[in-house]
T-cell receptor
Framework: SQELEQSPQSLIVQEGKNLTINCTSS?????LYWYKQKYGEGLIFLMM?????EEKSHEKITAKLDEKKQQSSLHITASQPSHAGIYLC??????????????FGKGTKLSVKP | NAGVTQTPKFQVLKTGQSMTLQCAQD?????MSWYRQDPGMGLRLIHY???????DQGEVPNGYNVSRSTTEDFPLRLLSAAPSQTSVYFC????????????FGQGTRLTVV
């Protein structure tokens, strides 16, 4: 079965610093999704990557999917306290590209110190 | 816009009791799913549905039942609650199709004592 490994498990950064979170799959990814979860709340969709080499950005967050489609990275530039939360990567288990049924990594807990 | 609504938000059950977690969406989404989130384990898929009348098992289906009689509703039933089912449960829905965004409910925090 497919597994997603996220690293690091937790991260504490000073406000203004850049950071990167990684998500590695045991199998080829047909759709990779990044979500953010604030403590005690539901998940918020950030972005979705499908093609090898694809890169997407939203505000100060950039996500990439490598050419072999087995690893994705999420990069935050000039981190702010509002970036704090748990970041999760997810992949479609039926390889159909939809988000109907996903497997998830265990998440990366990000804290940003002011 | 209601989006995905889960009820209740909090619940305490005694071992052996049964209950139903409710999930409703008003976006006419074909796909609906249930996940549980446990510390250090991330989210794990329990059951999912690709349309009314169609359900399938995810990673951790044991101890749970689902049905999908309407597009809007996807209840999750705990048949005989066990302490191992203490968790936060999330319901999600999405359109069918590549890249369709999944919308998550706010979660139900369940404690089984």
């Amino acid at each position: 079965s497919q597994e997603l490994e996220q690293s690091p498990q937790s991260l504490i950064v000073q406000e203004g610093k850049n950071l990167t979170i990684n998500c590695t799959s045991s199998k080829t990814l047909y759709g990779l999704y990044w979500y953010k979860q604030k403590y005690g709340e539901g998940l918020i969709f950030l972005m979705m990557l499908q093609k090898g080499g694809e890169e997407k950005s939203h505000e100060k967050i950039t996500a990439k999917l490598d050419e072999k489609k087995q690893q994705s990275s999420l990069h935050i530039t000039a981190s702010q306290p509002s970036h704090a939360g748990i970041y999760l990567c997810g992949a479609d288990i039926n390889y159909g590209g939809s988000q109907g049924n996903l497997i998830f990594g265990k998440g990366t807990k990000l804290s940003v110190k002011p | 816009n209601a989006g995905v609504t889960q009820t209740p938000k909090f619940q305490v059950l005694k071992t052996g009791q049964s209950m139903t977690l409710q999930c409703a969406q008003d976006m006419n989404h074909e796909y609906m799913s249930w996940y549980r989130q446990d510390p250090g384990m991330g989210l794990r898929l329990i059951h999912y549905s690709v349309g009314a009348g169609i359900t399938d098992q995810g990673e951790v289906p044991n101890g749970y039942n689902v049905s999908r009689s309407t597009t809007e509703d996807f209840p999750l039933r705990l048949l005989s609650a066990a302490p191992s089912q203490t968790s936060v449960y999330f319901c999600a829905s999405s359109y069918r199709g590549v890249g369709a965004e999944a919308f998550f409910g706010q979660g139900t925090r369940l404690t089984v004592v």
